[in-house]
């Protein structure tokens, strides 16, 4: 059987980008590992066990991540809730690539992954990106692939898994 149809995406940074229109009641705030790192680890497992995605467990996902050559603390983009629970992140790599981006369930359809994306793209923007990129697997059962589509995200490649 085929394996999965994933996309490569990228989206320019060259013209001015939107600022971010954060929900009501939702807060960005900078990652601190040594605060967040378990629950933002939390949310993206809470966050792909539909599929869309994969994350190593705890032991395994934070030193990879902490190690990796591609890693800024600054390109963890948080979002919070009322409560200061942890409800979105986008975690970039420092070539302007968006590694994990998830947000709570309860919390979807408001806005709140476009915001943090925004959020993203301004930072990268701000240190020189001429663009972003992701992967997306074409059936991820969030909606993923049209969010990106709405957000000026276009096809540059495409591979099957496995
Ligand atoms: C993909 C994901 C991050 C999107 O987060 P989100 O916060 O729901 O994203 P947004 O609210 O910005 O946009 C989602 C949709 O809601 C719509 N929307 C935004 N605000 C809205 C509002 N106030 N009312 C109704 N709909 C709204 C958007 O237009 C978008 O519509 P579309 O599906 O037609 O494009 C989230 O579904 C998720 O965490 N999925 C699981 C993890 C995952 O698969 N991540 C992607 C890996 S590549």
Request: hydrophobic fraction near 45%.
């Amino acid at each position: 059987m085929a394996g999965r149809l994933v996309l490569r995406l990228r989206r320019s940074l060259v013209a001015p980008v939107p600022e971010p229109d954060w929900p009501r009641g939702i807060r960005p705030v900078a990652f601190v590992p040594e605060l967040h790192a378990q629950n933002v680890h939390g949310l993206l497992r809470r966050a792909y066990t539909q599929g869309g995605g994969y994350v190593e467990p705890f032991a395994i996902w934070s030193p990879s991540l902490r190690d990796d050559s591609e890693y800024d603390p600054a390109l963890v983009f948080l979002a919070t809730d009322e409560r200061d629970e942890i409800v979105g992140v986008a975690q970039c790599w420092t070539s302007a690539f968006v590694k994990d981006l998830a947000v709570a369930p309860a919390w979807r359809r408001k806005g709140l992954g476009a915001a943090l994306l925004h959020e993203a793209f301004r930072v990268l923007r701000e240190r020189g990106a001429s663009s972003i990129t992701l992967k997306v697997e074409a059936d991820n059962p969030s909606g993923a692939l049209r969010l990106y589509r709405s957000l000026g995200f276009e096809e540059v490649e495409s591979y099957r898994l496995g």
